[in-house]
């Protein structure tokens, strides 16, 4: 029998290496419907990327003196790049498109040139502001203060020759589109999109520069690149080997069952991408699913307000599963959240640790107790385990709605009614009591073996989201391969036999709010100093000083006789200096913090000495010694001027 088949996306990312948990979250969501439907027994082509053209890029490989390519390779591929974080959060992708790879790269371009023969796709003029020293041009929007956001200089109202794709020739049947199909959920997005985009009237939209030149050329028309969001949008059917030969599987899986897309780019999503399909005649995704965003301190993480919570930190503390766990159990699909560290450690503590982990933890001892962890076949059921049953298929259906209706809070909300109904169960039928009598052991064994099925049963409906976890209790309660799977999520009163359990560690140990508070902090400050540069120099001053000005600072060695601590000032040394006039010179410096006052004595430093006269904690200076400062990992330091002892006492410096 052919399997059912299941095409799911995420947006293609920029590539960052400040990718933060709420990148992380449409990923986390997608791999979680990608692990269901592959539960539910699909054909599932998961899909992610990274989309690598367009002026940033060229402007940030520039600034690191790499080809844009270089630049793109290490942050996709290099450690803690792209690859690595889905690595580490788990993603069970099935195929990684780049923009770069070639295959894709020479499908654009046919595509291009499709739309362009079919007369979608015409020469124009695109004019906005631009900036001349960075070559670039801005929308009125993109402006900071009517000026450069890269530079903050001037900008000229410009033009440049451009293509445009003729967006507005669709504008009726995407409206239909949106208003009388299902094809882009929450329904909420729709009123944003028809009210914002397409009321107003959806104008052509440029697709081609000449401005920058790291971008997919276009081929019958050299100097124009491809603008970005043909180049992105499209990887969704390159990547199945559209009008390429890389992959042979366009036919089998366009079109997507669904796209998830945060909800700052669902207009992309709803409005150009199926003008473009219809464009090229090719069909519609079936869905497109905007999602919320996860906010911080109640903005959108970004790495400009400095907001961003990292994911290595996070999984390191507290687990990948619990993480995504939290992120999709607390926060609704369709709405904004705000991620909080404390909410995290809450929800871990109760829903976790308490609900889920006490549960496993309890019956498994108990199993171990009372049985040595064997249950056998047999046992004495009462109305109490059907109930237990009713309320676990009810669940498991619940769950089934929701997850297909891309809810995942609420499908994990069914799996913690059964978990939490499991934990009562055992308050109400207390294992220990009926331990102690003989008599009630077959009692007793019914009681243990509901608990394992009602846990065997949750596993199945975690396992999407936490896959670890669900595999984790399956070795513990030795569930055996066909116990996993869906076909096996029905409660079976009368399962016998395949109990083997064993107990372990908690599987989720419980966390100290404050204690974790205060790690997480100390991680966030480390990594944020291992961020900074190794070494840092003040930048050189732009103004001149004519030499007439330079030629009367009044340089000189001196040899330090004496040197000492200033009483009640944890910053200033006195110095008692041989400055050759054979009259000892006084000069305070403020660097007690970089030098032992005995340390210094015998060395030769230099000395402005031509400054005036100047009172510090009641001591006078005359003049000041010169020390060299630059910046270590955010650290300021200091290394006084030492020159060769051969030097005299007030020889000049010129
Ligand atoms: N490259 C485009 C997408 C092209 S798709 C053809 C892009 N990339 S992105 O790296 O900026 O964003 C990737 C995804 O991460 C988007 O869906 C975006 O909404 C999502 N998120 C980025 N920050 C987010 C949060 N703070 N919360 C939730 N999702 C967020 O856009």
Redo the contacts with the bound molecule.
């Keep these: 029998m052919n399997k059912e088949k299941f095409y799911i996306t995420?947006?293609?990312?920029?590539p960052?290496d400040k990718?933060?948990i709420?990148?992380a979250?449409?990923t986390v969501a997608t791999d979680a419907m990608a692990r269901y439907k592959r539960l539910r027994g699909c054909d599932v082509m998961f899909l992610t990327g990274t989309?690598e053209h367009g002026m940033k890029i060229e402007d940030k490989a520039k600034e690191a003196g790499v080809t844009p390519k270089q630049f793109v390779d290490n942050i996709v591929e290099g450690p803690r790049g792209v690859k690595d974080l889905w690595k580490l959060m788990n993603i069970s992708y099935d195929r990684f498109i780049r923009t770069t790879d070639v295959y894709h790269v020479t499908a654009i371009q046919r595509i291009f040139k499709k739309m362009h023969d079919n007369g979608d796709i015409y020469k124009g003029v695109y004019k906005g502001k631009y900036c001349k020293p960075c070559e670039s041009f801005w929308t009125e929007s993109q402006l900071v203060d009517g000026k450069c956001p890269d530079c903050g200089r001037e900008v000229i109202d410009a033009e440049e020759e451009a293509y445009f794709f003729r967006l507005s020739k669709y504008a009726d049947r995407v409206r239909h589109l949106l208003e009388d199909t299902d094809f882009l959920e929450p329904r909420s997005r729709v009123n944003e999109m028809v009210n914002n985009f397409i009321k107003p009237g959806l104008e052509d939209l440029c697709v081609s520069r000449t401005s920058f030149t790291w971008g997919i050329p276009v081929d019958f028309d050299p100097g124009h690149v491809v603008y970005v969001?043909v180049d992105?949008?499209s990887?969704?059917i390159t990547a199945l080997g559209f009008m390429n030969d890389q992959y042979h599987d366009y036919e089998k899986y366009w079109p997507a069952d669904v796209h998830f897309?945060?909800?700052?780019?669902v207009r992309?999503?709803s409005i150009i991408w199926p003008a473009m399909l219809m464009s090229l005649g090719e069909p519609l995704p079936k869905k497109v699913y905007g999602?919320?965003?996860?906010?911080?301190g109640g903005e959108?993480?970004?790495k400009s307000r400095g907001n961003v919570v990292d994911p290595y930190i996070l999984a390191e503390m507290f687990g990948v599963d619990a993480l995504r766990f939290f992120m999709l159990r607390t926060f609704p699909f369709g709405s904004d959240g705000n991620f909080t560290n404390e909410l995290l450690i809450q929800t871990i503590n109760t829903d976790l640790a308490n609900d889920l982990g006490n549960l496993v933890s309890r019956t498994t001892a108990m199993a171990e107790k009372y049985f040595g962890g064997d249950l056998p076949a047999g046992g004495e059921l009462t109305e109490a385990d059907r109930e237990l049953k009713v309320l676990a298929d009810e669940a498991t259906a619940n769950y089934e709605r929701q997850m297909e209706a891309f809810q995942f809070s609420n499908a994990l909300a069914e799996a913690w009614r059964l978990i939490s109904r499991a934990n009562k169960y055992i308050d109400e039928n207390a294992p220990w009591v009926l331990a102690r009598d003989e008599a009630q052991k077959p009692r007793l064994l019914a009681v243990m073996k509901n608990l394992c099925e009602a846990i065997r049963v949750s596993a199945i409906l975690i396992a999407p989201v936490m896959p670890d976890t669900a595999e984790a209790i399956f070795q513990r309660l030795g569930v055996p391969a066909d116990g996993r799977v869906w076909d096996a999520v029905g409660y079976d009163l009368e399962t016998g036999g395949w109990w083997k359990t064993a107990t372990g560690d908690p599987l989720f140990p419980r966390i100290d709010m404050d204690k974790a508070l205060a790690e997480l902090e100390q991680a966030k400050a480390e990594a944020a100093k291992a961020a900074l540069p190794d070494l840092e120099i003040e930048p050189f001053t732009e103004d001149k000083v004519d030499f007439d000005t330079f030629c009367k600072s009044d340089f000189r060695a001196v040899k330090v006789k004496d040197c000492q601590p200033v009483k009640k000032s944890d910053k200033l040394l006195r110095f008692t200096l041989d400055d050759g006039t054979g009259v000892d010179r006084q000069i305070l410096s403020g660097i007690a913090k970089w030098y032992k006052p005995e340390e210094l004595v015998g060395k030769t430093l230099v000395a402005i000495v031509n400054l005036p006269p100047r009172k510090m904690m009641g001591l006078e200076s005359n003049g000041m010694l010169i020390s060299a400062v630059h910046t270590e990992k955010g650290e300021e330091k200091l290394n006084l001027l030492m020159v060769d002892d051969a030097i005299p006492a007030g020889a000049k410096l010129c």
Excluded: Q, R
Aim: glycine share 8%; aromatic share 24%; net charge neutral.
């Design positions: 995420t947006p293609i990312y920029y960052s990718l933060h709420g990148h979250y449409c989309d969001w992105a949008l990887n969704y897309v945060g909800k700052e780019i992309f999503h999602h919320g965003w996860l906010n911080f959108k993480m970004s």
